[in-house]
């Protein structure tokens, strides 16, 4: 058989379990990091009480997370095509897990606020590589549609943190560890927040590296095993196929210095006629996670504000104990960090899923190039 590239070899290998296995690590690496991001509106609620916060401390714990992912943000993708998808992805898990972890045994909020935003600053890779990760792995026929139905992680996600919190912030769990420390139940709601993320690392170890990325640092040799990997798990005979790679240098990954690589493209961003298609691209995806991630967080909330209906939201947001400042309470028994609704975040997930299964249809359906016009 003449070389090929490797989008050819996925196609002649076909489909089967390999990229079944390969789809289930993304699945949960993209649902983790949505769990882990949804933590932020169940502490802020949470933790009211216990660490007497007031409405600039609340900010600052929303946003800490964020803040951490907008930081790393910055660089993820260079240390991804220069060490791998699959060493960045395991290395970033491990970093949020721990981290994760030891943010559920902060004994107050500055503590807790630091420890969050080292969090975000690892969680960064885990929900920006997973796309990338996933989509190496299936030829180019295969790609949107494997895509579009991962994305039902999210709405599994958005489902599954207050079925939890619905199992267990009843039950007001606490264990004191010392006179100072005490493990309320939202400490445990954190750890359990974190099995996705554990099921993640696990699959991210069991799996080799994308082969296209070991053709871009010009590793053909490390590629073909993958693609092996990939022929085993399809129950196919790689003698069968005999497949050999075609390598094409001019895709082979600048391996110069880091900085100066992240500058270079850096600078190709703000100038013509990039710099148009960058930002109005930006305002898009700031537009679709500010009304899907950052509604995620923020529902649970603002649903466990007032039941009634007889307030406007602003109304709430103003007056509600929640978000009022401890000074400005007339007593403690203002203190509100109880979630009485959390049924409603779980219609809200289910409206998600029915969203992406209509979008999954349309990518199906949709017309594509199979290459790109000039």
């Not at 989509?135 to 039902?152: D, G, L, M, N, Y």
């Not at 082969?211 to 798990?233: E, G, T, Y």
Request: charged share 15%; hydrophobic share 50%; net charge neutral.
């Amino acid at each position: 058989m003449p070389a090929v590239d490797v989008d050819t070899a996925l196609l002649t290998m076909g489909y089967g379990f390999g990229q079944v296995i390969i789809f289930m690590v993304s699945f949960f690496v993209y649902m983790y990091s949505v769990t882990e991001s949804m933590t932020a509106g169940y502490l802020v609620v949470l933790t009211s009480c216990e660490f007497d916060t007031s409405h600039e401390e609340k900010t600052l714990l929303a946003n800490s997370l964020l803040g951490g992912m907008v930081a790393s943000g910055l660089f993820i993708g260079f240390l991804a095509d220069r060490y791998g998808r699959k060493f960045v992805i395991r290395l970033a898990l491990v970093g949020a897990l721990c981290f994760s972890m030891i943010s559920a045994f902060m004994p107050e909020l500055y503590s807790l606020s630091v420890a969050r935003v080292v969090v975000g600053t690892f969680l960064s890779a885990v929900a920006s590589l997973q796309v990338g990760f996933l989509a190496e792995f299936h030829a180019v026929k295969w790609r949107p549609i494997t895509v579009a139905i991962c994305s039902q992680s999210q709405g599994l996600a958005l489902i599954y943190c207050p079925l939890v919190a619905m199992a267990i912030l009843p039950y007001n769990w606490h264990v004191d560890l010392s006179s100072s420390l005490n493990l309320r139940a939202w400490r445990f709601l954190m750890m359990i927040f974190m099995i996705p993320g554990w099921l993640a690392l696990v699959g991210i170890c069991l799996v080799p590296e994308t082969p296209h990325f070991l053709v871009s640092i010009n590793r053909p040799d490390k590629a073909l095993v993958a693609l092996q990997w990939i022929c085993r798990m399809n129950r196919k005979k790689w003698e069968d196929i005999d497949i050999t790679l075609s390598v094409d240098t001019s895709n082979v990954v600048d391996q110069g210095g880091f900085w100066q690589n992240v500058w270079y493209e850096y600078k190709l961003l703000f100038t013509k006629p990039q710099v148009y298609k960058f930002f109005i691209c930006l305002m898009l995806i700031f537009g679709i996670f500010f009304t899907s991630i950052g509604l995620g967080i923020w529902f649970p909330v603002i649903r466990n504000m007032d039941n009634s209906g007889s307030n406007r939201l602003c109304d709430l947001v103003n007056n509600n104990p929640t978000f009022m400042s401890r000074k400005d309470a007339d007593s403690a028994a203002q203190c509100n960090d109880e979630m009485t609704n959390l049924i409603d975040p779980v219609y809200y997930g289910l409206t998600y899923i029915g969203c992406f299964i209509l979008a999954s249809v349309l990518v199906h359906f949709m017309v594509r190039n199979s290459r790109p016009s000039c």
